[in-house]
């Protein structure tokens, strides 16, 4: 039997079981006797600047190895800055637990200083709630929570912390972590799965989720291509197979050409492996509706699919892969012709277009292929929301799994606390922010985390001073009448600077190669700083 220690204690002792390697923390009152745990706990607290940044920062640790990713903030004001990772992580099914300290128990229900209800705000937008009510309850709800968080369809949890429970004492272990199922295809599913890709002329496999860990994604592309099935990643979701594999043909979804649509569109046999036919890969609920379909996935409810479901198979991608293998040959009269005009496809997509000069601003296409060249194969790409990604969607590949973290709900401000994160995840590789300048600013101030942690990564903003994305919706419905999509910009790479990072500012084409391998080299935060037209258009899928 353990030594009585505090609660605070006990729950870092049943993180540390759980082979928790660092949380992402904006300290608080709340949980104070928590961080006296961490003081001699090699567990890394990672201190950052705002509850919205180690939000997102937890939610890319977990999107990057699959455990879930720890943060820890305080009662409401704290809470409430966290809530958009919550909302990001649930609508992504991405592993991630968040420790809210709580007013005291005596204090409950009495508006006290910083008071909320947990459950009321968290309950439509995590998996679970969970608060801790009993000293000795505290580490067997930690293991829940951690078991929930990478369960089924991946998510956020959300944990309880009361002020005055945390310093109560107890004596009871820390409870080891528990066994994830990891289901596999039964034969009568794998039976119905051959007979519907043998009949199909025109099948059409999307791959996404969090679960492509190791060679599961290229085995998957392997077999496809065996079978001459043309393989998607969903959007936002490239590292799910390699980019590089004759079989990948792009994603549906924001910035997507036109030949995946009408590919969708034309299938007979939809397959989704770890994907599901949601809002945004449909062409809002459009687009593939009417096809057979086949939905691998760990998930009961299938949460977020839109359209038919003929089958339905419980099984991670890897345990799925390892039966197709043994399927034999089911390509039926199918030739390769669909897969490799498809791929073409894809290819002339990514490359530099044929395209008048730019005469204002730099030319993000030669960028964003300077980019592609210098960055190697063990990239870390993260993502902000908005057009300003598009030229990275389109000209930066991923061949390596657990190389991409952006939010597929199209939450802002990920972008900056993700690489934070990516450096620290995996300090060998290079961590690469694509942001738009109203992205960046909305979590810009991590770039002092990673300063305080030692890290490098470079940030790459795009500047043409509006909020892009809206604007193009506002000239759709309302044109010739901006409103409230302005932006006054620094020098961005001015400001880099005074954390003692590495700033480039262009303006223009020239020195794009020089002054990237510059900023590549800078062991430490780099920021490649921009500036565009502000009449520039967002990429058009339109003719490929």
Known sequence: ???????????????????????????????????????????????????????????????????????????????????????????????????????????????????????????????????????????????EAMHIAVSGRPGPVVVGLPEDLLRELSEAPAPAPRAVAAPAPSSADLEGLRRRILAAERPFLLAGGDAFFGG????????????????????????????????????????????????????????????????????????????????????????????????????????????????GDLRGARSADRVEALRASQERFAAVSEHEPVRTGVDLELVFDELERRLGEDRVVTYGAGNATIWGHRQLTHNRPNSLV????????????????????????????????????????????????????????????????IVEHQERWYPGRPSGTGLVNPDFAAWVETFGGRGARLDSNERIAETIAELLEFDGPALLHLVIDPATPSPSGAGY
Request: charged fraction near 20%; proline fraction near 4%.
């Open 216 to 327: 599961a994604g290229r085995r998957l592309a392997d077999w496809a291509l065996e079978q001459r099935i043309p393989v998607a990643a969903d959007w936002r979701n490239y590292d799910a197979v390699p980019n590089d594999h004759p079989a990948y043909i792009g994603w549906p979804g924001y910035g997507r050409r036109d030949s995946i649509v009408a590919a969708l569109e034309e299938a007979d046999l939809f397959i989704g492996v770890g994907a599901v036919r949601g809002d945004v890969m449909s062409e809002g609920y459009t687009a593939g509706l009417r096809a057979e379909t086949v939905l691998v996935s760990t998930d009961a409810q299938l949460l977020q699919h839109s359209g038919r479901v003929d089958q339905h198979i419980a099984s991670t991608p890897a345990n799925l892969v390892e039966a197709l293998e043994g399927l």
């Open 406 to 469: 952006a939010s597929r709900n199209g939450a802002m401000g990920m972008a900056v606390p993700a690489a934070v994160a990516g450096a620290l995840v995996f300090p060998d590789r290079r961590a690469v922010a694509i942001c738009g300048d109203g992205d960046f600013f909305m979590n810009g101030q991590e770039v002092a985390t990673l300063v305080a942690q030692g890290g490098r990564a470079l940030f790459v903003v795009v500047d043409n001073a509006k909020f892009a994305t």
């Open 1 to 143: 039997m353990p030594q009585s220690r505090s609660v605070g204690h006990l729950i870092v002792e049943t993180l540390a079981a759980h082979g928790v390697p660092r949380v992402y923390s904006v300290p608080g009152e709340s949980f104070l006797d928590v961080l006296d745990g961490l003081y001699d706990s090699a567990i890394e607290n990672v201190v950052c600047r705002q509850e919205g940044g180690a939000g997102f920062m937890a939610l890319a640790e977990g999107r990057l190895t699959g455990r879930p990713g720890i943060a820890m903030v305080t009662r409401g004001p704290g809470a409430a800055n966290f809530f958009i990772a919550a909302h990001c992580a649930y609508q992504d099914a991405t592993p991630l637990v968040c420790f809210v300290g709580l007013v005291p128990v005596d204090d409950r229900r009495r508006e006290s200083f910083q008071e909320f209800s947990i459950d009321s705000w968290f309950g439509s937008t995590a998996k679970r709630v969970l608060t801790v009510e009993a000293a000795d309850q505290a580490g067997e709800i930690v293991a």
